[in-house]
């Protein structure tokens, strides 16, 4: 349809303690794919930054090897990237101890 294509894969971090009081994190993965503008721009940004997105869930299914394969996909209706709100670190001063 002549229509660009393109895509990314969103990180979604989860922190909590379990019952030992022991920090954990999960990241789950969740394959995007964005179509006309929103492709586009996507050659302005990179990775680390953070995304709000929204959009529906598709199921992807094909044969690999024989065998049948699936994935669940969000195909976004619209990206928000947002500032990053870590900044660069600052080089030391000279004689300065590194961090």
Same mark, same amino acid.
């Given at each position: 349809?002549?229509?660009?294509?393109?895509?990314?894969?969103?990180?979604?971090?989860?922190?909590?303690?379990?019952?030992? #009081?022991?920090? @954990?994190? *999960?990241?789950?993965?969740?394959?995007? $794919?964005?179509?006309?503008?929103? /492709?586009?721009?996507? !050659?302005?940004?990179?990775?680390?930054?953070?995304?709000?997105?929204? #959009?529906?869930? @598709?199921? *992807?299914?094909?044969?690999?090897?024989? $065998?049948?394969?699936?994935?669940? /996909?969000?195909?976004? !209706?619209?990206?928000?990237?947002?500032?990053?709100?870590?900044?660069?670190?600052?080089?030391?001063?000279?004689?300065?101890?590194?961090?």
């Amino acid at each position: 349809s002549g229509n660009c294509l393109g895509s990314f894969t969103l990180a979604s971090n989860y922190r909590f303690t379990n019952r030992l #009081g022991e920090m @954990r994190f *999960e990241t789950a993965y969740v394959p995007c $794919k964005v179509f006309g503008g929103w /492709a586009e721009s996507l !050659d302005q940004h990179h990775k680390g930054e953070q995304v709000i997105v929204s #959009g529906r869930l @598709r199921t *992807e299914k094909w044969e690999k090897d024989g $065998k049948p394969r699936s994935q669940l /996909a969000l195909v976004c !209706d619209s990206v928000q990237f947002l500032a990053n709100p870590r900044p660069e670190p600052e080089p030391p001063e000279a004689g300065g101890i590194p961090f």
